[in-house]
């Protein structure tokens, strides 16, 4: 059993080596241009906010509409740190001061409010956010409506890639644990769980900051790769947008989260010149999923292994049927 | 002392305008325990045929209101029937999920087809101008119309709960829909008529508020919306009388902190208010507190 | 030695008031029932012990070795880690996970490892998943479970669902079990084989067992003593053979279910 837990780990590591290597090599050749790696980049932030919100409302259960709040304060944090300090490691620490800002916000609203059941807790969360928007909007520190500009652009591949697969890895981690079954087991039956020794609200309170912490990354990397942030590019909408991933990849399932990731930062470039079209869109892909296919593309299984085997059969049935 | 008084009355009519949407909140939530995230939307669009009544076919003031109450009824129970009639047993989370595309949908769509830019409703004429002076106070024809809608309306809507058919109905599905069902309720129709009800108060909040501050747009339904949401939550979520406390406490605090305060904070103070009543007691000011049966 | 002393315990929702003035005593390694008609607070009563709701007046007292933990006004994870264990009379299984993690999760209260452990899968981690996993299958071993551990709860049939509920209670490591009518729904073969179950976990666990129960067969069988409840109160409390003979029991409402059991 440790030799099959090494082989593991030493499997993992390689293929992130890989997955590293081959796309730096390609960026440093020139291949991947400067509108790819933007794209790349809004794929890895996405995917930060995707797993951290997946782990609040997809595997603990608690609906929040506010994760855009967290990334925000993450977003003006490291902007503000970095404008003074503009430095590999002022960025670092911008990240971080940036991430433990959010999860202490995230704290702080999360003890209180998460003693609130399903629509209450969603439009709490909301207003949240939206006191968080309109906080920044009247802070001298932030600049208010103008938002700050000419942000030090710090996030590059290398950066993007570790927080990214940092992030991943932690929270799929943490999700394996007992901590993370705790959290789980609340989003199953919270009376239950509670009569089973589990200090529901504790862990609660737990997911929601590791999510605030992890969308706190997010929003670092994003002001250091996007250089302008304006409040109102925190709201509602990009809450929605978030939600949209996490619901369509499936709540409770961190590779759906990806891969829906991904798609989306695909079809969104594509619609960039038509932003109406592109949230009637998302608005219907929400309505569709919900009414046709409410778990979404993975549901809260993971890719695996098996799953390819399964497809394979599938395809290869010669009879042409459907198991 | 007189600028108080305006304040007050400034906030009985922004008061009036958040009564009518939480109406339709409130209502719904009671039925299903959804919490109705196109009713805003609902409102805006209202707001929007109000408008095209009034400039395209120049209609007046009252047969556009009436008209416009008339297609948000439509849609509002168009909205039932197609995104929340089949998810009647799904989770809370499938089902607000499915809310916040109905009205982002909405939104959106709206905003396709006439372009964001702001309209503004056409001036207006005759008696409509006339203001009243007590003292120093002003009130404008406006604000007294809003008022005296508002008050019918829900003297209306009161009558239509507490004394008909329907309305009896309407009060059984939210207490037990299954013993409803049983005692041969028609709990589809039931549920129908409420959002009807709704959707109808909030078209004529629309037409309304496209009156008394002249500009509309396809988003003007979202902060009023959450405000009234918050009106609806204060007074009790799901208890009529409550919503209509909750307007106009929320419309009153609004003005005031706009006019004795910084007007930058007046959104933030109503959100602040959301959460404190969530924390302190959530099942606001008229509200009884019930527990989940282990 | 009294494992668990409830004193006066009163409850009451708005004007009904569904607990009065019950006073239960139970000595350590007892199996004890507690009986009663429909609606006369013997889920309120375990409610009460196990912290869903807080009693009106009255004190619950567990005595675990030496020491002495009040329980009421505790929250129900406290209570759990005080080492009172339940189940639940409508099964409340974690439905979409699966067997093996119900069991496991139950146990999460002895875990060791840290948060951070649990994020970086540090030595501690492996470790004490190791644990947990050994000890879980060889949880679901007795029942005959082990072999399902990766089924979903909800795929279990209806029986084998009920074992499990009971498992989960054990998992958490308890002193005192509260079994909420574990034979309903089973038949009378199912139910004879859950009456052998207990008795051989009271034993095999070393635990107090409190239970509530339609099903007089099993309780005439198995309990040593007997509680009866009637309108929130306790109206009788003796040996089997005693409860059966009380006029005031059968009067309530064991009329001749007590006779033929």
Known sequence: ?323 | MEQFLQQIINGISLGSIYALIALGYTMVYGIIKLINFAHCDVYMLGAYVGYLCMTSFHLGFLPSMLIAMVFCIVVGITIEKIAYRPLRNATRIAVLITAIGVSLFIEYGTMFFVKADIRSYPPLTGFMTQTFKLGDINITMQQVIIFVVTILLMVLLQFVVKRTKIGKAMRAVSLDRDAAELMGISVDTTISFTFALGSALAGAAGVLVGIYYNSINPLMGVLPGLKAFVAAVFGGIGIIPGAMIGGYFIGTVEVMVAGYGNSMFKDAVVFAILILILIVKPSGLLGKETREKV | MSILKVSKLTKSFGGLTAVSNVNIDIKSGELVGLIGPNGAGKTTVFNLLTGIYAPDSGNIVLTKGDNEISLQGLKPYAICKSGLARTFQNIRLFKELSVLDNVRISMHKNVQYSLLSGMLHLKSYTQEEKRLFDQSVELLKIFKLDHKMNEQAKNLPYGEQRHLEIIRALATDPVLLLLDEPAAGMNPAETAQLTETIAWIRKNFNLTILLIEHDMALVMKICERIYVLDYGMVIANGTPSEIKANKRVIEAYLGEDVENA
């Open chain 1, 1 to 323: 059993m440790k030799n099959e837990i090494k082989m593991n780990r030493i499997k993992k590591l390689v293929a992130l080596l890989l997955a590293f290597g081959v796309v730096q090599l390609l960026v440093s050749v020139g291949i991947l241009n400067d509108y790819i790696m933007a794209t790349v980049s809004t794929i890895g932030i996405n995917i930060i906010l995707a797993v951290s919100l997946n782990l609040i409302t997809g595997f603990t259960g608690q609906f929040s509409l506010g994760h855009a709040g967290f990334m925000s304060i993450g977003a003006y944090t490291c902007a503000i740190i970095t404008l003074r300090n503009p430095t590999t490691s002022g960025f670092v620490a911008g990240v971080f001061a940036g991430a433990l800002m959010a999860a202490l916000v995230g704290f702080v609203v999360g003890l209180p409010t998460l003693r609130l059941r399903g629509d209450y807790l969603a439009i709490a969360t909301l207003g949240m956010a939206e006191i968080i928007r309109i906080v920044f909007l009247n802070l001298d520190i932030t600049n208010g409506a103008a938002g700050l500009s000419n942000i030090p652009e710090f996030t590059n591949w290398m950066w993007l890639f570790i927080f990214t697969s940092g992030t991943v890895l932690i929270v799929t981690n943490f999700i394996n644990s007992s901590h993370g079954r705790a959290c789980i087991s609340i989003r199953e039956d919270e009376i239950a769980a509670d009569a089973m020794g589990i200090n529901s609200t504790r862990y609660k309170v737990t997911a929601f900051v590791i999510g605030a912490f992890f969308a706190g990354i997010a929003g670092a990397l994003y002001a250091s790769r996007f250089y302008v942030l304006k409040p109102d590019a925190f709201g509602f909408l990009k809450s929605i947008d978030i939600l949209v991933i996490v619901v369509l990849g499936g709540l409770g399932s961190i590779s759906g989260s990806i891969i829906a990731a991904i798609l989306l930062a695909i079809i969104t470039s594509y619609l960039q010149s038509f932003p109406e079209i592109r949230m009637v869109i998302y608005s219907v892909t929400l309505i569709v999923i919900m009414l046709f296919r409410p778990q979404g593309l993975m549901g809260s299984e993971e890719l695996s292994k098996s799953m390819f085997k399964k497809w394979g059969r599938l395809l290869n049935r010669k009879d042409g049927g459907v198991a």
